[in-house]
């Protein structure tokens, strides 16, 4: 089982609508939670963080945490087709914790269609 | 401006050479990473480094090789040891300190072996 786990997709999603993308992690102890947007060719962007459970709102964007069930969401409201990327979960694992490094841990990502 | 860069954009190098991929940053922070991305994959940490002159392995260490002289920089060299080089190289910086462990990202590098 990986750690850090995500949907590989393509996640299709029409113009307007709610894109919603999942991650999943294996420990339980984790605690930091980041999303990233990767387009085609290009390096990762951090969109948002999220450390507490709950709702975490930016904009469109809504981080959803849930650490009883090991899960984090992010909700893409109005999607645009601007919006089309891979999305990249990371997780700051609790095994990291005390280490030197703040060492993230990647899930595959989800890659996001929005079509017009 | 602010930032993390890396350079050259695009490499190709020829089996058995070893090449050296620039990553410099001038935001202050303490800790660098690299990592390796492989077609449709996510990121693998290569080795990374909190403080000056000192650096760790990551998960995928073999083959190459790093050095942390300067806060600024943390050039990664990709030895021909590496038996499958050819990927797409990502420099991130970050602090170590507070509450917050975000990781920012330089504009990569794309390393393809002939």
């Known amino acids: 089982q990986k750690e850090v786990e995500q949907n590989s997709g393509p996640l299709s999603v029409p113009e307007g609508a709610i894109a919603s993308l999942n991650c999943t992690y294996s420990d339980r102890g984790s605690q930091s939670f980041f999303w990233y947007r990767q387009y085609s060719g290009k390096s990762p962007e951090l969109i948002m963080f999220i450390y507490s459970n709950g709702d975490k709102e930016d904009g469109r964007f809504t981080a959803q945490l849930n650490k009883a069930s090991q899960y984090v969401s992010l909700l893409i409201r109005d999607s645009q087709p601007s919006d089309s990327a891979t999305y990249l979960c990371a997780v700051r694992l609790s095994r990291e914790f005390g280490v030197a490094g703040n060492k993230l841990t990647f899930g595959g990502g989800t890659r996001v269609l929005v079509k017009p | 401006d602010g930032g993390i860069t890396q350079s050259p954009k695009y490499l190709f190098r020829k089996e058995g050479q070893n090449v050296t991929l620039s990553c410099e940053q001038n935001?202050?922070?303490?800790?660098m990473y690299w990592y390796r991305q492989d077609p449709g994959q996510g990121l693998r940490l290569i080795y990374y480094s909190q403080i000056v002159n000192d650096f760790q392995k990551g998960d995928i260490a073999e083959g190459y090789s790093v050095s942390r002289e300067k806060k600024e920089s943390f050039p990664l060299t990709v030895t021909s040891a590496q038996k499958n080089p050819t990927a797409f190289y990502l420099c991130?910086?970050?602090?170590?300190?507070?509450?917050?462990?975000?990781?920012?990202f330089g504009p990569g590098t794309r390393l393809t072996v002939l």
């Open positions: 991130a910086s970050g602090w170590t300190s507070g509450s917050y462990n975000e990781q920012f």
């Open positions: 935001l202050n922070h303490d800790a």
